[in-house]
Each structure stands twice: as C-alpha cells, then as structure tokens.
C-alpha cells in the first residue's frame, strides 16, 4: 500500500506561483512514477505532469515552461506551479503507480487562480 498527502494548495492571483507538495509513505521504494493530475469543475480529471524513480520528467503542453514536477527524496515530490492563469484552477492530485502497476491516489487539494 501506498498513502499520498497532497499539501500546497490555494488562493493566488494571476501571474502568481504555488508550490504543491506530495507526501508518500508505506511501500514507497516500490513506486515507479509519481504524477500530479487536475480537475477542474465540470471537466473530467487530466494529467499534468509527472517524474519516474529515475528522475526523468515530462509535461502536458499546457503547463509546459511554465511548471516544474521535481523530488527531493523518495517520499516527496513538488510542482512548482509559475505564471498561473484562470485556466489552471482545479483540484489536483497525486497519483504514484508501483513496479506491480498498482495505483494510487490522493485526496486532492485546491488551486483557485482569481484576482
């Protein structure tokens, strides 16, 4: 098993930068990639980024240079989120999927983009 504790989430203007966290325990040497995903009211849930055990990284275009998905240990990873817009207002989560392909998410939390 694998337990995910999204932290980070806010209010912040246009143009403004958060920093998400994403806390794993339990079977954590097991993970193979840890992704951050959104949803935003009305939309269905999309991916966003994500970063293998390996330490390579890949971005969805509309995030692209704009955020960064890194890690410090095998417990923690980040999203930098900079140059926010309106658009990127959601619920985001993590997601860590396992060398058994197990996958596991948690509970979200709110990124609201206004002035």
């Known amino acids: 098993q694998v337990q995910l504790v999204e932290s980070g989430g806010g209010l912040v203007q246009p143009g403004g930068s958060l920093r998400l966290s994403c806390a794993a325990s339990?079977?954590?040497?097991?993970?193979?990639?840890t992704g951050w995903y959104r949803q935003a009211p009305g939309k269905e849930r999309e991916w966003v980024a994500h970063?293998?055990?390996?330490?390579?990284t890949n971005y969805a275009d509309s995030v692209k240079g704009r955020f960064t998905i890194s890690r410090d240990n095998a417990k923690t990873v980040y999203l930098q989120m900079n140059s926010l817009k309106p658009e990127d207002t959601a619920v985001y989560y993590c997601?860590?999927?396992?060398?058994?392909?197990?996958?596991?998410w948690g509970q979200g939390t709110q990124v609201t983009v206004s002035s």
């Open positions: 997601n860590a999927i396992r060398t058994d392909l197990q996958s596991y």
């Open positions: 339990g079977s954590i040497l097991r993970i193979s990639v």
């Open positions: 970063i293998t055990s390996s330490g390579m």
